[in-house]
């Protein structure tokens, strides 16, 4: 019987290499090209469950940050914003010092069905009227009335919604009767 060596493994030659590197290479990059697809889809459908979240209780407990389109007819807020577009304000209870309550809100789809929002003075007129007509009790003697009316950007999105709130130096109560 002749012993012959066992014969040397086969070398890969430099390109086959190359490729089994590379199919590897290009395997980890589909996996997390999907991974950060998945990543983004799942951080989509958690960000698009907390949009359509239910409106601020109306009974607010401590500050919370809430957005323009949670406040309801009641809310009281800390500040009100410079002038310009609002998108979050920071509710407190009404039994604390505060700067605004929301008193009215109103849609405003019947000022127009077009898609492209209505002249700014058009849509202050509509709302104007409503908002001053707000009865306040107690009325304080330095209250103004603010009114916040949908952007362009917002009106073309769906947003039709008007508020009227009530401005003071500092309320400590609210002024919406029955509230």
Known sequence: MTHLPHPEPRRRSLIERFA????SVMTLVFVLIALI???????LAIGGFISRSP?????VTSASHARVDQLQVGHCLK???VDGQVDTVVAVPCNTPHKAQVVGAWDMA???SSAVRPALNELQAA???????STLSPRPRSAQFVLWLPTEAGWAAGDRRALCLAQ???LTSSVVPGN
């Open 20 to 23: 089994a590197d590379q199919t």
């Open 79 to 81: 500040a009100l914003p």
């Open 127 to 133: 709302a104007q009227e409503r908002c001053t007509s």
């Open 110 to 112: 019947g000022v127009s």
């Open 168 to 170: 003071a130096a500092t």
């Open 55 to 59: 409106g601020l209780a109306l009974t």
């Open 37 to 43: 697809l998945v990543g983004v889809a799942v951080v």
